[in-house]
């Protein structure tokens, strides 16, 4: 299911990847971490300075949803202009969606998965990191860097080579009993599932290289779609095993708490 | 005069801005700088990863052509693809082109513009560094710094304060009579007229702060569409003058050489 439409020709989403978008859980119809994902499109209509769509426009894809789990991937652009980078005066903003039926994997969530350290590293840039925006080579280079499906993501450092996500999630781990993440202040996309998760637990955002992850009694990988993911096992850029954990009842604490607020499971055996 | 359609729903060109796009000067049908605008495709295409269409393809708009002065302007992109960052193993590339009709501006060659500082810093982003590529938000921020007229261009540093670029313009200066132009390994584009002068002409690819302005005799911005213009007056980002150059003969040498690349007139008056 899907907005009608195509892109035109003069669409600055293509020109430029000026636009914004964001990925949505939909449960029996009800978008999941709405208010979130609504937020990160405020702050980014704000940073790229476009009038964001009212309320109904980016609800009514909901009204097409079933009672399977879906997700709806909404994408909102600039809309149409000239030749040249310089914005409109006042632009038309876009919007698009496609709604899809969606299964998550559950293997992942019990078992934990093996993720990988990328070659490629994040350029710094501050005024538009957290934002979901459509500037997303960075991402897509990094995920071409493994194929084998053994490897579930690929972590990511910047130019300075401070930890910052995986290629499509947020991370998080344990040390010493408390729980981190990296802070999202010069690169990196802020998810929805860890800006709610910041709100209701005692995570702390922190510049860190990846040393860290060596001394860390947990790891995890979420997104508001996916839920999260205890990882098992780290590998280098090359595929070679760097270190190992086993998947406890230290992983299940806040995998419970993420799985609480997307409707999936809580109780997962170790 | 356009490719007939636009693009769907699912392009990863929209998605991730997945793509390259060249922007070329056409004469009497004929593409100024052609084979250095093919070379930056197919550099582009090598990174991405995915093919370049044949030649024959990328020259049919050019079978469109009047015989007025044109710009031609080629997307092309990894094509459709699913959710998720994850090139498609065997993508059809997509291809769009607009022909548009093109007046260069003559009084900026002649008397040279008045160019600004950027607040914004470019990431540092080697492996995409020099390419143009459809990940150009910073240049549309950078673009967004300024709406007066009279400021023709915004000059850019990187995360750690070196000179790159201007927002869609090469930069070139003279100092102590020798040529430099910064160099573009880490972010910016590499133009294509930038490229052949330094086949054809002593110019240095160097590092440098924004310091070495101030010590420039003289400062151009060029690209292969609008040609060469000398810097007069270079401000601040909040609009206040920082230095002043009198465009004179040492200004007329560089930008013959780049007009008659171009078919633009060589003989300008001081």
């Not at 989403?13 to 636009?19: E, I, K, L, Q, S």
């Not at 897509?140 to 910052?164: H, M, N």
């Not at 998947?247 to 109780?267: C, V």
Request: net charge negative.
């Amino acid at each position: 299911m899907a907005s009608a439409a195509g892109w035109p020709l003069d669409e600055r989403g293509v020109a430029y990847g000026d636009g914004l978008f964001e990925t949505v859980l939909v449960r029996e119809g009800t978008p999941q971490l709405w208010e979130a994902h609504l937020a990160r499109l405020a702050r980014g209509c704000k940073v790229l300075d476009f009038p964001l769509p009212p309320r109904s426009a980016l609800e009514h894809p909901l009204t097409q949803a079933g009672q399977e789990l879906a997700v709806l991937k909404l994408i909102l652009t600039r809309g149409s202009g000239g030749r040249g980078y310089a914005p409109p005066a006042s632009p038309t903003p876009r919007l698009r969606w496609q709604l899809s039926p969606f299964t998550p994997d559950a293997a992942r969530w019990q078992a934990g998965v093996r993720v990988r350290y990328c070659r490629l590293r994040l350029g710094l840039q501050p005024v538009l990191a957290g934002l979901k925006h459509l500037n997303r080579l960075e991402n897509v280079l990094a995920r071409g860097e493994w194929s084998d499906a053994d490897t579930a993501e690929g972590l990511l450092c910047d130019s300075d080579g401070r930890l910052v996500e995986a290629s499509c999630m947020n991370l998080f781990w344990q040390r010493e009993g408390r729980l981190e993440t990296p802070r999202l202040d010069r690169c990196g996309v802020a998810g929805t599932l860890r800006s709610v998760l910041l709100e209701c637990l005692p995570i702390a955002e922190v510049d860190a290289d990846p040393d860290v992850l060596a001394s860390a009694e947990a790891v995890w990988l979420g997104n508001s779609v996916q839920g999260v993911w205890p990882v098992a096992r780290l590998d280098s850029p090359d595929g070679e095993p760097l270190h190992h954990w086993t998947i406890g009842t230290e992983h299940r604490r806040l995998q419970a708490i993420a799985h609480d607020l997307l409707g999936y499971p809580t109780r997962l055996d170790d």
